[in-house]
Structures are given as C-alpha cells and as structure tokens.
T-cell receptor, first 114, second 116 residues
Framework: AQSVTQLDSHVSVSEGTPVLLRCNYS??????LFWYVQHPNKGLQLLLK??????LVKGINGFEAEFKKSETSFHLTKPSAHMSDAAEYFC????????????FGQGTELSVKP | GAVVSQHPSRVICKSGTSVKIECRSL??????MFWYRQFPKQSLMLMAT?????????EQGVEKDKFLINHASLTLSTLTVTSAHPEDSSFYIC????????????FGPGTRLTVL
C-alpha cells in the first residue's frame, strides 16, 4: 500500500533563510510524487512533480525536491524563504496502477517571519 | 492551460436542504474527476472518483446516497450534498484528471460549504 508521511506539522523560518519540508513515502510500485501548496481558503497549486525522470526536480517559485529511493524521501527545499511562501504544503504520492488516485500527507504549515 | 473551476465558491444552507457543487475543466477534457473533502487544518481526503458516463467509485466510509456524484460530460462533474447537516460543513475540492503518460490531477479552487 502507498502512504506518505510529512515529518513536521509546522515549520517556521525567517525571511531569507532556507526552507526544508520533509516527506517520506512508502510505495509498492514505482511512485509518482508531488508537492502542492495551498494558501488559506484556496485550492491547490502544483509546485513540482517526480515521475521517474531526474531525481532532482525543480519547481515553481524557486522550490526543488530530491527523490532519494534509498531513503524513501522526497524533501522540499528552497534556498531563501519569502513572506509569500507562508502556506500549507502537501506531499502527495500516486500509484499509476490505481488510476491516478492521490494519497495526501497530513500537510506542513510553513510560517515565514520578517 | 489545464484550468479547473468550481461553482459556487461559497455556499451557506439550512440543515436538511441539498446543495449542488459544479466542477468544470475549462480547457481540456477530463475522463476522470475526483472529489475531496478538507476539514479545517486537515489534509484532503478523497471522497470519490468518477469517470465520465459511469457510476462514481466511493471511498470507504463515504455515503454514496448522501454525496451524489454525476459526471455527465468530459468537462463537468457535480457533487450534490443531500439533506445537509452541520457536520457536512467543510471545504470541498474537485480535481480533473488529464492523461500525460500518467493521470495528472488539476485542482479546482474549492467550495466552502456551511450548513446552519
């Protein structure tokens, strides 16, 4: 069975400092992995996705994530946080054999202090 | 491209009434649409998966007679919350699936339902 665990429910950083949001996954199949961002009372926006191509994935707004099979991790990073990055972030795993069904992590709330 | 809309964005209704939420893929055809529910400060929980022209597949614990899903065309799916109660108050989000080697989901902006 597929599952995803976000290791931190809340992360707080200062503006201009690096961001690290941690995610571990479990999958019986070669997974597709995603990071989505959700601003308050808004829908989800795709930041980046891994679909068995390059293990270092670059996304929008300066975010990137590295797929590490040996560690079953897909951590999200950004070199320098901006105030507008404050939001909820979801790590998501998909197993194609389930017809595109997505399994969401519990979410990490990112706060950015001025 | 790959824009999904939802209507309404917010709805307030009285207990016992029914509410319909529309999900549209504006610039692509979606053979599969998904409906999620999100409670405050929680993650998204998949409610059901619907394929155009066939019955929806509901996740365990989701009442199919309470949450009616219709996917009559490749660009429109509707979720009807029947006989709504305050505990049905939630943020409902749909997504439309686009096949790009695998199925990629594009999310709507969500509908905030408040049942009084």
């Amino acid at each position: 069975a597929q599952s995803v665990t976000q290791l931190d429910s809340h992360v707080s950083v200062s503006e201009g400092t690096p961001v690290l949001l941690r995610c571990n996954y479990s999958s019986s199949y070669s997974p597709s992995l995603f990071w989505y961002v959700q601003h308050p009372n808004k829908g989800l926006q795709l930041l980046l996705k891994y679909t068995s191509a390059a293990t270092l994935v670059k996304g929008i707004n300066g975010f990137e994530a590295e797929f590490k099979k040996s560690e079953t991790s897909f951590h999200l990073t950004k070199p320098s946080a901006h105030m507008s990055d404050a939001a909820e972030y979801f790590c998501v795993v998909s197993a194609d054999n389930q017809g595109g069904k997505l399994i969401f992590g519990q979410g990490t709330e990112l706060s950015v202090k001025p | 491209g790959a824009v999904v809309s939802q209507h309404p964005s917010r709805v307030i209704c009285k207990s016992g009434t029914s509410v319909k939420i529309e999900c549209r893929s504006l610039d692509f055809q979606a053979t599969t649409m998904f409906w999620y529910r999100q409670f405050p400060k929680q993650s998204l929980m998949l409610m059901a998966t619907s394929n155009e022209g066939s019955k929806a597949t509901y996740e365990q614990g989701v009442e199919k007679d309470k949450f009616l899903i219709n996917h009559a065309s490749l660009t429109l799916s509707t979720l009807t919350v029947t006989s709504a109660h305050p505990e049905d108050s939630s943020f409902y989000i749909c997504s439309a699936g686009l096949v790009r080697g695998h199925i990629e989901q594009f999310f709507g902006p969500g509908t905030r339902l408040t049942v009084l």
